[in-house]
């Protein structure tokens, strides 16, 4: 039986988030301990973070992971 593959697809806010608080890509990759390249990706929307990337983030910005990411 063939094997579907589904690639899930999670858009994200972090950009938006980033430039209220007028933050560089770097200056956010140091906050949440990643490099500027993961940032790029997130943003892009080419890098799915890991749950605990994730919980960084929002704990970062001070808001729920939902209120970051989403379908």
């Known amino acids: 039986m063939p094997r579907i593959e589904v690639k899930l697809v999670i858009s994200n806010r972090i950009q938006e988030l980033r430039n209220q ?27 799915n973070p890991s749950l605990e990337l994730a919980f960084r983030l929002a704990k970062f910005f001070n808001t729920s992971i939902e209120k970051i990411f989403f379908e």
């Open 21 to 47: 608080l007028k933050l560089t890509q770097q200056d956010l990759a140091e906050a949440v301990d990643v490099t500027r390249a993961t940032i790029i990706a997130l943003e892009k929307g080419s890098y």
